[in-house]
């Protein structure tokens, strides 16, 4: 039997590593959130921020130089906004950008999209973005120092030829205020929010299965945490990806001390994915553990990446397995703090995560 060798993940953290990128091991620099990658076929970027408002209101707002569902195409920018309002109402609007609308700096965050856009430093971010009916005005400040995971470089290696997935939480935490505008009805609001930058330089569909990703404020504690699932060509290895900081402060963010767990998992009707209701991180580190759950209470997006395709595209995609989909979920996210087998903290804040699923649901054996 001829069995096709199994390609690798690596998170890039060797001294070499940093040297090789002209990245520092301590500290990130602000030309980190400029643009990083080019727009030709294969490449993709984008610009993230979300908020939990006080009034219950969730916010996304992401700036793309491609859509995740398209990045193996021409250059395309586009703009997306979802707002969940306080009374339960799903507010959506996207804008698809001519190339020339598009313009970004490399030596720090400063990205336009026609007349909307995402600037800041590290620490201060502005965004303004309008859509059709719907127009934000978000002003971000950090709580929590710039971070990354070692590089922030995921290389994806398989025979002899190697890609990137690359990933940058520019602000971990930060306090937000927000003036909307939806129709004839304003609003304001205040907050906590996140920002992070990805790109990379080929479809993400060609490196990565499935990914949850969670971030949330709970007491003095911050959290940004993931778990990636490769491809199956890289054998569906996982990489966790772990930040959690106190008071402002790191307090534990090797990878290589987490554990992660799924309850409760349900086939969602929309997405037709395997769903946890419960996601769950450990930290070990000697008698130091932190135990940080997610619990699901509603869904606020989900979408399948065909939908988004014109409908001769769309057709075209179904019939060669394009079986990409996306959900949104807010809920309660819990920590707890050991020394040994001694509880010494706990506390619980709502949060914001996410499924993404670019292939089929993974084979049991998985």
Known sequence: MNMKPMG????????????????????????????????????????????????GAAVVVIFHTKSAATADAPFAPSITINLTMPDGRKIDRILHAEAEAFSASKDGCDVRIGENHFVGDLNHYYINAAIEDVSLQIELIGQ?????????????????????????????????????????????????GYHDHNWGDVPMADLIHDWYWARGKIGPFTIVASYITAAEKYGYQPQIVFLLAKDGKVVADDETKVRFETDKVFTDEVTGKPTADITRYTYQDGETRYVITFTRERTILQTNFTDQLPLLKRVAAKLVGVDGAYARYVGTVRIEAYDGYRLIEQYADPALWELMYFGHALPPAV
């Open 144 to 192: 929590v120092p710039s971070w990354r995971p070692r590089t922030g470089h995921m290389y994806f290696e398989h025979a002899g030829e190697e890609h990137l997935f690359a990933w940058l939480p520019a602000v971990p935490q930060g306090q937000v205020r927000i003036v909307g505008k939806v129709g004839a009805e304003t609003f304001e609001g205040v907050g906590v």
């Open 8 to 55: 690798s993940l690596r998170l890039a953290g060797s001294e070499d590593d940093y040297k090789r990128l002209g990245l520092s091991p301590s500290k990130v620099s602000n030309w980190e959130d400029g643009q990083r990658i080019g727009t030709e076929n294969g490449t993709y970027e984008w610009w993230y921020f979300d908020a939990h408002l006080e009034d």
